[in-house]
C-alpha cells in the first residue's frame, strides 16, 4: 500500500514552453500533497504544500506564477514549471500524505521527474 | 525554522560490516523519517519513527526525542544498501512540513 506515482519520469523541453508534472496517490486518498526539488548530490527541499481543494501554499523563494501547483482531486497533483528556463532543470519529487494512511503524519513519496530544460 | 544534520556525510564500507548513521534536530518534532533514495532518485521509507525503537530486517533505528537524535543502524551490509540515506523531520505546528537533513552517502564494496 501506500504507492505514489508520477508521470512522466522524464522530459525534455525547450526553454519558453511549458511542463506539467502529475502526482498520483494510487492506492489512497491523498489529504495533502508536497513538492520538493532536489539539485544533484544535494538533499531536497520543499516548493509547496498542497491541500485538495485549496490553493497551495509555497515556501520562501519559490515563485508562484512560476510554478503552478493545483490540487484538483484527493489522488491527483499537478505541478506545471511555466515558462522554463535552464536554471528550472531539476528533480522534482512529490510526497503524498493522509491521516488514515499509515502512521498519521507519514509522508509516501514518488518516483521522481526529471527535468532538463535546453 | 528547525535544523537537521546528518552525520557522517560520506560512508564506505566493505560488505558485511555494520554501521550507524547519526541525524541531529534541533527542536521537538511528531514527524520523523527515514529514506533510502536509490541511484534512480526514489525515495525508499525505511521508518517512521519520531520515538522509541523499530526493526525491519537488517535496519534498525532508534530515535531519543527528549535528546533529539535519532539513529539508523546498518547490519551485515550489501551491496544494495548503497545510496544515499535521508532523515527528515517535521512538526504539526509547521503543517508537517518535512525539513531533510544533508543525507548521508554510503557505498557499500564488495
Known amino acids: 500500500g501506500a504507492v505514489v506515482s508520477q508521470h512522466p519520469s522524464w522530459v525534455i523541453c525547450k526553454s519558453g514552453t511549458s511542463v506539467k508534472i502529475e502526482c498520483r496517490s494510487l492506492?489512497?486518498?491523498?489529504?495533502?500533497m508536497f513538492w520538493y526539488r532536489q539539485f544533484p548530490k544535494k538533499s531536497l527541499m520543499l516548493m509547496a504544500t498542497?491541500?485538495?481543494?485549496?490553493?497551495?501554499?509555497?515556501e520562501q523563494g519559490v515563485e508562484k506564477d512560476k510554478f503552478l501547483i493545483n490540487h484538483a482531486s484527493l489522488t491527483l497533483s499537478t505541478l506545471t514549471v511555466t515558462s522554463a528556463h535552464p536554471e528550472d532543470s531539476s528533480f522534482y519529487i512529490c510526497?503524498?500524505?493522509?491521516?488514515?494512511?499509515?502512521?498519521?503524519?507519514?509522508?509516501?513519496f514518488g518516483p521522481g521527474t526529471r527535468l532538463t530544460v535546453t | 525554522g528547525i535544523q537537521v544534520e546528518q552525520s557522517p556525510p560520506d560512508l564506505i564500507l566493505q560488505e558485511g560490516a555494520n554501521s550507524t548513521l547519526r541525524c541531529n534536530f534541533s527542536?521537538?518534532?511528531?514527524?520523523l523519517q527515514w529514506f533510502h533514495q536509490n541511484p534512480w532518485g526514489q525515495l525508499i521509507n525505511l521508518f517512521y519513527?519520531?520515538?522509541g525503537t523499530k526493526q525491519n530486517g537488517r535496519l534498525s533505528a532508534t530515535t531519543v526525542a527528549t535528546e533529539r537524535y535519532s539513529l539508523l543502524y546498518i547490519s551485515s551490509s550489501q551491496t544494495t544498501d548503497s545510496g544515499v540515506y535521508f532523515c527528515?523531520?517535521?512538526?504539526?505546528?509547521?503543517?508537517?512540513?518535512?525539513?531533510f537533513g544533508g543525507g548521508t552517502r554510503v557505498l557499500v564494496k564488495p
Open positions: 510526497s503524498a500524505s493522509s491521516p488514515g494512511q499509515g502512521s498519521y503524519y507519514e509522508q509516501y
Open positions: 492506492d489512497f486518498q491523498a489529504t495533502t
Open positions: 498542497s491541500n485538495e481543494g485549496s490553493k497551495a501554499t509555497y
Open positions: 527542536d521537538s518534532v511528531n514527524n
Open positions: 519513527i519520531p520515538s
Open positions: 527528515a523531520v517535521a512538526r504539526k505546528a509547521a503543517g508537517n512540513k518535512l525539513t
